[in-house]
């Protein structure tokens, strides 16, 4: 599986971004699929997750500002910025692994990571 990340660019706080993650090959090995992020000097942080089934998962810090989805006819996980602020700044990263519904969540071990697009707001 390959996951290719795109969009990610400047914005200016309070802007918007959308980031997509084409995913390649296997798709049963991206049934639930996640972003997560690494700001200047900061550990990597978990943004979002998605399962098969489509229900969502958020970190406190994105909720109600960012959304995920993901369009299985185009084999494509989103994720939705708005109202964008300056700690949002950092590396992008979509994540996939093969999971139930169950076990889906954002804090989980993820077998598949794409390459980063850089968001930065300022």
């Known amino acids: 599986v390959q996951l290719v990340e795109s969009g990610g660019g400047s914005a200016q706080p309070g802007g918007s971004l959308r980031l997509s993650c084409a995913v390649f090959?296997?798709?049963?090995?991206?049934?639930?699929m996640a972003w997560f992020r690494q700001g200047p000097g900061k550990d990597r942080e978990g943004v979002a997750a998605?399962?098969?089934?489509?229900?969502?998962f958020y970190a406190d810090s994105v909720k109600g500002r960012f959304t995920i989805s993901k369009d299985n006819a185009k084999n494509t996980l989103y994720l939705q910025m708005n109202s964008l602020k300056p700690e949002d700044t950092g590396l992008y990263y979509c994540a996939a692994v093969s999971a139930r519904p169950g076990s889906c969540k954002i804090q989980r071990q993820y077998d598949y990571w794409g390459q980063g697009t850089q968001v930065t707001v300022s």
């Open positions: 090959g296997d798709t049963r090995s991206a049934r639930c």
């Open positions: 998605i399962d098969s089934r489509g229900t969502t």
